[in-house]
């Protein structure tokens, strides 16, 4: 039986491109092994660790969300376990409701349109009425925010008066 997994591992900061590349093919080697499918490999990149995990502060951060049976989960876990580059793992059996409207929504998506031409194009000035235009954008509770205009916007009062200031302490 088949189930939707996501997998998140981090690497240690010194890890190049290839060590990377050669993680990734060896998760993919055990998930083809094993009849499972990869649907997604989302590389973040070098981000700051919330703490420090074995003297690292940075580390680069892989999540990948495959179908699986048990037998894969326990393997790549074995692996991710003996590999030094890799910090932490966490393999996390993903909701079926949440990867069924994800899908939906990924067959569902219209093809990306393509730019319009040149002739298309609203020059700035069109495109600064159309802002000033639109309504405002509703908040909880029957709330609106204000929007404001570019010369509203341009209009920043001092945070401190400095004469008054000064005369407060003489």
């Known amino acids: 039986m088949t ?3 996501e997998l998140g591992f981090i690497l240690t900061p010194e890890v190049n491109e290839e060590q990377t590349r050669a993680i990734l ?18 590389q973040w990149g070098r981000r700051r660790l919330a ?5 690292n502060r940075d580390g680069f951060y892989v999540f990948i969300d495959m179908i699986l049976t048990p037998e894969t989960v326990r393997e790549l876990d074995r692996t991710l376990k003996v590999s030094e580059e890799v910090i932490r ?8 409701i949440t990867v069924q409207k994800e899908r939906e929504a990924y067959a ?3 093809t990306q349109a393509a730019p319009p031409s040149e002739g298309e194009m609203p020059d700035e000035e069109e495109a600064s009425v159309a802002e000033e235009q639109e309504a405002p954008a509703s908040t909880e509770e029957g709330e609106t925010s204000v929007v404001l205009t570019a010369e509203e916007d341009g209009f920043v009062p001092p945070a401190i008066d400095e004469e008054a200031e000064e005369a407060v302490e003489a």
């Open 3 to 5: 189930r939707d997994y």
């Open 25 to 42: 093919e060896r998760i993919e080697q055990i998930v083809n092994n094993y009849g499972g499918q990869i649907v997604r490999v989302n």
């Open 51 to 55: 703490y420090p995990i074995q003297h």
């Open 89 to 96: 793992h966490l393999i996390k059996r993903r909701d079926p």
């Open 108 to 110: 569902n998506a219209p």
